[in-house]
């Protein structure tokens, strides 16, 4: 069988300032096959939200992967993602605010603002050249006596004209990246069209390849409480996944996806309308989930998604990533400092320590014969579920590193 997912001899490195730098993954190598629940365990800093976040390039700009490959479907990620990268870091990021006020001095005219703009990418054209750019632009967006408009101060401009011109900049600007946060929701409905479509045009020049991987594989994190604007509705949370993708056809479609991705994690459609202040916990984790599911991925990677919950909500939302499993046939990338929740949820564990891999084996293999000291420790503290726990008595690292792995029994790999 093919894995969906494959990662060999990863290796990630973190710059603490100018000298410093630090392996904190090293040699990690993996594979998560279709249908599969694939379990990370580790403690606290051994390296499993950075191998994460590492497949789908969302490393914060202080890591650096610096060895191995990552395959999606036997395709290699990885130029993707560094392309993606150097161009995020080298490149300007065009953000759009919710409030379009934001973006403009109210004491400068737009006709100034733009110009400024257009400077920084024209700098030795002729002043006259780019007002005539700026008003053919405002011109394209429908605004009428164009000309006399760029006197106008911002508050002349109404907020839907302001965030169109906005828009325009940010495209003039050429960017990788338009971060659109909210930009529609202060806009009426005909200028709201207008403005994702310019947002869709703009998008189709992205790298396509990447996007889609990442809308296939899904990562949910560790905090919903952290990852679910309040500001938004459930409803809109989940459209936000879908928005400006090929997923999204038109809003009634939309609500029929939101209500049916509720429906797989068993809530009620009647809580579209609802915040996430609003929920629990574990409610606010299945909305997570949701938001996840609506884009239809054939990978979820799941970072310690139920570390905050209580027991008996744990295991619901663990009986939740079954069934999704199995209705869905998903494969899942399944990341905990617990070894009780892994073996619950996993069909193969690998055990993670100071970014090394020390064993890696079926569920029932590892739990029933734990091979590698360390992995012993955490089968050992197992019925004591306190934090802190797994801090106990650990080799020195000198023990660990540098050795490879060894299949001790079959598919039963230990480092050794
Ligand atoms: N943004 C960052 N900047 C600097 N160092 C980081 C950053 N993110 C992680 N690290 C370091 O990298 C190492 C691995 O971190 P990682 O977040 O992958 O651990 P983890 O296994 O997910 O831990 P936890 O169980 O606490 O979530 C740690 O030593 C951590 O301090
Ligand atoms: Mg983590």
């Known amino acids: 069988m093919n894995p969906l997912l494959s990662v060999r001899n990863l290796g990630i490195e973190i710059h603490r300032g100018q000298m410093q730098k ?3 993954v090293q040699d990690i190598t993996f594979e998560v096959y279709e249908k599969e629940i694939f379990g990370v365990v580790g403690e606290s800093g051994s390296g499993k939200t950075l191998t994460a976040l590492s497949l789908l390039a969302l490393l914060p700009p202080a890591a650096k992967i610096t060895s191995g490959s990552i395959q999606f479907k ?9 392309k993606v990268i150097r161009e995020l870091r080298g490149k300007e990021i065009s953000y759009i605010f919710q409030e379009p006020g934001r973006s403009f001095d109210p004491l400068h005219t ?3 603002t733009m110009s400024e703009t257009f400077r920084r990418i024209y700098p030795m054209e002729k002043q006259d050249l780019l007002t005539q750019k700026s008003i053919k632009i405002l011109q394209d967006l429908h605004i009428s006596h164009a000309e006399r408009r760029l006197k106008n101060y911002p508050h002349q401009f109404s907020g839907g004209m302001l965030q169109r011109v906005m828009i325009a900049l940010a495209l003039i600007q050429n960017p990788q990246l338009i971060i659109a946060d909210e930009p529609t929701t202060s806009l009426d409905v005909t200028i709201q069209a207008e403005v994702i479509r310019l947002l869709i045009e703009l998008q189709k020049k992205r790298r396509k390849d990447l996007r889609k991987f990442r809308l296939l594989a899904r990562y949910i994190s560790q905090d919903p409480a952290r990852s679910l604007d309040p500001r938004m509705t459930v409803e809109k949370i989940l459209y936000s996944g879908i928005r400006y993708t090929s997923l999204w056809v038109n809003q009634k479609n939309a609500y029929q996806r939101a209500v049916r991705a509720l429906e ?5 459609s009647h809580m579209l309308s609802r915040y996430p202040v609003e929920f629990s916990g574990g409610q606010r984790q299945r909305i997570a989930i949701a938001r996840a599911l609506i884009t239809e991925p054939e990978v979820l990677i799941c970072d310690e998604i139920v570390s905050s919950l209580d027991m008996p909500i744990r295991k619901k939302i663990l009986d939740l990533i079954l069934r999704l499993k199995s209705l869905y046939h998903l494969s899942i990338l399944f990341i905990s400092h ?5 073996s619950y949820v996993c069909d193969r564990i690998g055990v993670l320590y100071k970014g090394r891999l020390l064993e890696e084996a079926r569920v029932k293999d590892l739990m029933q014969n734990p091979i590698h000291p360390y992995t012993q420790r955490l089968y050992r503290a197992i019925p004591k579920l306190e934090k802190n726990v797994f801090i106990q008595d650990l ?10 792995m060894r299949e001790m029994a ?3 790999f230990v480092a050794n």
């Open 22 to 24: 630090q392996q904190v």
């Open 74 to 82: 036997n395709k290699d990620v990885l130029p993707y993602q560094e």
């Open 110 to 112: 737009i006709g100034s």
């Open 264 to 268: 797989l994690v068993e809530l009620d």
């Open 338 to 342: 617990d070894l009780s929740t892994v």
């Open 395 to 404: 080799p020195p690292l000198q023990e660990v590193s540098d050795m490879p």
């Open 410 to 412: 079959p598919e039963h």
